[in-house]
């Protein structure tokens, strides 16, 4: 079975910092990985995903994650954020398989509060 | 907008009574799925159909749930006798080919 840790449950950050939010996963087999935003008020968002090729993918907003498969961890970076992504972030993960029901198991979420 | 609709937003409902919500799927998306989102947490998996069959439903939908995609577009999900461990956020995607999956603003859910 899948399963996501996501190490970090609550992250408060002043404006320009830097952010990196963990994310590991447990799986034996190929993956596809994927981080959601989810901004105040509104529905999961799709940032950025990992299918294969290049392990640097680059999301919308300036975000950007590194899957390293030999840590299984698929983390989450921001060079300088802004008071605009304060917001609840999801890493998932489904089986890489075409054709299969690719059901997505989700982290518990990491909430993060950018402070002016 | 062509994203997900989902339909109604929020629902408050007496213990024992039953429930049922609407999820509309971008266009042409034949995989469709439904998750579980309660405080605190992640969603998580219920179950899912490509086109209008079911193919897979996860250990958390108990047998006062189900749901339907009869003619593999718009998807209800009932819930029958709710119960308080009930509430929670019930979301809906869809996607193309099942890798990337695109959500709805979800229903809200408290049963009283």
């Keep these: 079975a899948q399963s996501v840790s996501q190490h970090n449950h609550h992250v ?3 404006e320009a910092a830097s952010l990196e939010l963990g994310c590991n996963y447990s799986y034996g087999g190929t993956v596809n990985l994927f981080w959601y935003v989810q901004y105040p008020g509104q529905h999961l968002q799709l940032l950025l995903k990992y299918f294969s090729g290049d392990p640097l993918v680059k ?5 950007e994650a590194e899957f390293i498969k030999s840590k299984f961890s698929f983390n989450l970076r921001k ?32 909430q993060l509060k950018v402070e002016l | 907008d062509t994203g997900v609709s989902q339909d109604p937003r929020h ?7 039953n429930v049922t919500f609407r999820c509309d799927p971008i266009s042409e998306h034949n995989r469709l799925y439904w998750y579980r989102q309660t405080l605190g947490q992640g969603p998580e998996f219920l179950t899912y159909f490509q086109n209008e069959a079911q193919l897979e439903k996860s250990r958390l939908l108990s047998d006062r749930f189900s749901a339907e995609r009869p003619k593999g577009s718009f998807s209800t999900l009932e819930i029958q006798r709710t119960e308080q461990g009930d509430s929670a956020m019930y979301l809906c995607a869809s996607s193309p080919t099942g890798e990337t999956q695109y959500f709805g603003p979800g229903t809200r859910l408290l049963v009283l």
């Design chain 1, 59 to 63: 999301g919308i907003k300036g975000f």
């Design chain 1, 12 to 14: 408060i950050l002043s």
């Design chain 1, 79 to 110: 060079p300088s954020v802004q008071w605009s992504d304060t917001a609840e972030y999801f890493c998932a993960v489904n089986a890489g398989l075409t054709g299969g029901g690719n059901k997505l198991t989700f982290g518990t979420g990491t």
């Design chain 2, 11 to 17: 629902k408050i409902t007496k213990r024992g009574q």
